[in-house]
């Protein structure tokens, strides 16, 4: 089905929209600082430290008034690249501390940091190995910088911090964990629990139509692509505080006939949009480009098929466990991992957690339903809950981002002068 003559015009008027909606605040003041790249060498294998190797992205944001013995807050990269323009984000929303180094630490697999040769089947990524990689960096960093070290982790990144914690409690002084998972299962139809808060029954149920309506024929097929599609689009309304003001238009839409909303969606979406269901699509992916930081969500999904599940399932979304299983041998050429592994256990390890830890969660973010929520027994952390709040509150509201850092430092602080 065509659509009317008027969709250019839609679509220009939908961009205008978007990206007035999701501009960059702006700062009353100055906030001078440098901010540069670094690459770190990490053994691929580090049972086998002399054999390959791969460089390892670090961004390092300085304060003109740091010092080489201020305090130093560590970010735990996530299946995601490592950017300035985030550092230069999370150093805002966290009130622009002048006497406080952040450094990111990119995640192997991820953006730039990724070993030589074809990445159709990264072996070589894993939660242990990361987590390695981020230990031997601080290690190495710490004959730089003296101060207080504070590791700070955002969703997976939040678990990997957990985790980093309990597995290395003597590196840093305290940790930070926003909208951090804590339990992994295979499926997660805890997620759709917050989707349909967020969304209303309503329209999680005209969602459900429209994916049900596209059962793929074969793996990759264009129902297949469009579903996905659908996918990142409800994830976005449902959990990315920056995608809100665009839920009435998709309202909307979503009362038309699923072929023509999704004609809509393929008009009007931006290119971000695409990122989700096309690069996690089987394929050949060469070293070149998977260089380019385009295909983070396929090597997301080798380790969720691997050792981390956490796909999605049940209400709006449309799949089996048969079909994410079909997807993991297409792409991997052999049955998920998870099966023959205990899944991750990050709630074991907060509760054994030695070191102060920071705990973040939203209301509004579908994985607090697997993450720490309001009513938890873990009597030794800080918690700090946004009840309206959507994945990583910390970094979208600058209230909140300045007290979590401040108890972040408190906390630091507070153990390093008792250990």
């Known amino acids: 089905m065509k659509l009317s003559k008027h969709t250019n015009l839609l679509q220009k008027l939908f961009y205008l929209f978007i990206v007035c909606s999701i501009a960059p605040p702006l700062y009353a003041k100055e906030h001078t600082f440098t901010i540069t790249e670094q690459w770190f060498t990490q053994p691929t294998d580090h049972s086998s430290p002399q054999e390959q190797t791969f460089k390892q992205q670090l961004i ?14 560590f970010i735990l990269g996530n299946e995601t690249d490592a950017t300035k323009e985030s550092l230069i984000k999370l150093y805002h929303a966290y009130g622009s501390p002048k006497d406080v180094t952040f450094i990111q630490a990119e995640h192997r697999g991820y953006g730039q940091s990724i070993t030589q040769g074809p990445q159709a089947n990264p072996g070589y990524v894993s939660v242990e190995s990361a987590l390695q990689d981020y230990n031997r960096v601080i290690h190495h960093l ?13 969703s997976y990144g939040g678990a990997l911090a957990i985790n980093f914690g309990h597995q290395f409690p003597n590196a840093v002084d305290a940790i930070l964990a926003s909208s951090a998972p804590i339990h992994w299962p295979f499926l997660i139809p805890q997620y759709d629990q917050q989707v349909m808060k967020n969304l209303g029954s309503a329209l999680v149920s005209r969602l459900h139509r429209h994916a049900s309506q596209l059962k793929p024929e074969k793996l990759y097929d264009q129902n297949w692509q469009d579903r996905e599609l659908l996918t990142a ?17 998709i309202n909307g839409l979503s009362f038309l006939p699923t072929s023509l909303f999704i004609n809509f969606l393929h008009a009007l979406l931006p290119e971000e949009a695409y990122t989700w269901s096309e690069n996690r699509i089987a394929q050949s992916l060469s070293y070149e480009k998977a260089q380019t930081g385009e295909y983070n969500w396929y090597t997301w999904k080798y380790q969720q098929c691997n050792e981390l599940g956490s796909f999605f399932a049940q209400g709006a979304f449309n799949y089996t466990q048969q079909d994410h299983i079909n997807d993991c041998i297409a792409s991997f050429e052999k049955s998920p991992e998870y099966f023959n592994k205990e899944p991750w256990d990050v709630a074991g390890m907060l509760d054994k957690l030695s070191i102060p830890a920071i705990v973040v969660s939203g209301g509004r973010d579908p994985w607090i339903q697997i993450g720490v929520q309001p009513d938890h027994s873990y009597s030794h952390i800080d918690y700090f809950y946004s009840e309206n709040g959507h994945h990583c509150p910390d970094r979208e509201s600058h209230k909140l981002g300045e007290k979590v850092f401040k108890a972040l430092r408190a906390a630091a602080h507070y153990n390093q002068g008792n250990r």
């Open 60 to 73: 390092v944001l300085t304060p003109d008034q740091a010092s080489k013995d201020s305090d130093i807050l």
């Open 233 to 249: 689009l409800t994830v976005a309304l449902s959990q990315r505080s920056d995608s809100q003001h665009y839920k009435p238009y």
């Open 142 to 154: 710490k004959q730089t910088y003296t101060g207080r070290w504070m590791a700070a982790g955002y």
